[in-house]
């Protein structure tokens, strides 16, 4: 009688969680339908910007002719390139926004940055964001191209054009995640070993860092540029529910993330998706990147992430 009762109250349970499925499928359904004509807005990444030629492709390097007719396509095309913090208060708001809105990213903080691109973007009056690896100090080594100058930064700020925010303080590079190392993580979502320790870092000793280093990224630029910043990307884009938590308590409210796709209104700002633009391909591939998809199954597919973001982010809280 037991078990009877038992394997009952399981059919109901299984039941009751398919029953939620098709509710939740249905509910997305329905909302892919009425949202399909949202006003989607990309967002673009570079990275460093050379003012020679490039002969190879190369992920994190864009030439400054490529980037110089990129944005003179953008101009000449009737593209309103806008400030992050537009989009930003669109997707939680609604702000209305001219029609092909457009941002513009930078992610490390390479000198190219200020040397060849902010000329540009000055040519043509576009604000662009730049995320900056705070540690000023920190080395990649002895072919690493240069980064921006604190001097350079605040040229730019004062500006009104460029925006710098967070890319993290020193978790930028990559860490080994045992004693072989043999295997290499990013460092916001994987807990380091630590050879003084003979172990890899514990789940306390983990988070502990997160929250130190993030927090030393907000409050060096800070103090640096005497601005306020609230927003960070992630390096290569990888977080979890931990350094969500811990960059949220360090003071930190928009995440920039390296999902492919374009934002709209009630998108989580949790995870602004972005474009990356690095690879020199030609003006063609660049108009069909930044040309919003309209179909169907994309927006079936960009708001059953909406709602799954947002269910993440009740647990993180």
């Known amino acids: 009688m037991k078990k009877e009762a038992i394997a009952a109250k399981l059919r ?13 499928a249905a509910w997305m359904a329905v909302l892919a339908g009425l949202t399909n004509r949202a006003q989607r807005i990309p967002v673009l990444i570079y990275h460093n910007i050379s ?7 190369s992920r994190n390097l864009t030439s400054g002719a490529s980037f110089a007719a990129e944005m003179e ?3 000449n095309n009737g593209y309103q390139v806008i400030p992050l913090k537009k989009l930003i208060s669109h997707m939680q708001y609604g702000e209305k926004l001219p029609e092909k809105a457009l941002v513009i990213t930078f992610d490390d903080g390479y000198e190219g940055d200020y ?17 900056l690896i705070a540690n000023r100090d920190q080395y990649f080594g002895p072919d690493a191209p240069p980064m921006l100058t604190w001097e350079e930064m605040r ?19 990559p860490v080994y995640t045992g004693k072989e190392r043999t295997s290499l993580k990013p460092a916001t979502v994987a807990g380091a070993y630590r050879p003084e320790l003979g172990r890899r870092e514990t789940k306390e000793e ?14 060096t630029i800070e103090a640096n ?16 529910c931990t350094s969500l938590r811990m960059a949220r308590k360090a003071g930190f409210k928009y995440f920039a993330t390296t999902r492919r796709g374009m934002n709209e209104y009630a998108d989580s700002v949790q995870v602004i998706r972005r474009i990356s633009e690095d690879d020199n391909i030609s003006l063609d591939q660049f108009a069909k990147f930044i040309e ?26």
């Open 115 to 131: 040397k060849v691109a902010y000329p540009i973007l000055k040519k043509y009056n576009m604000p662009a964001t730049i995320f």
């Open 12 to 24: 109901w349970l299984i039941a009751g969680i398919v029953l939620i499925c098709v509710v939740f």
């Open 292 to 317: 919003p998809d309209y179909s169907y199954f994309r927006q079936l597919r960009q708001v059953t992430f909406r709602y799954l973001n947002r269910l993440t982010e009740l647990f993180v809280l």
């Open 206 to 219: 983990f988070a502990d860092k997160l929250y130190e280093d993030f927090l030393l990224a907000r409050t």
């Open 225 to 240: 540029l005497q601005k306020q910043v609230d927003t960070m990307a992630w390096p290569f884009g990888a977080y979890n």
């Open 73 to 75: 396509f953008l101009h």
């Open 51 to 57: 003012a020679e030629n490039i002969t190879d492709r």
């Open 155 to 173: 040229e730019m700020e004062g500006s009104g054009l460029i925006d710098i925010q967070a890319h993290t303080y020193s978790l930028h590079c």
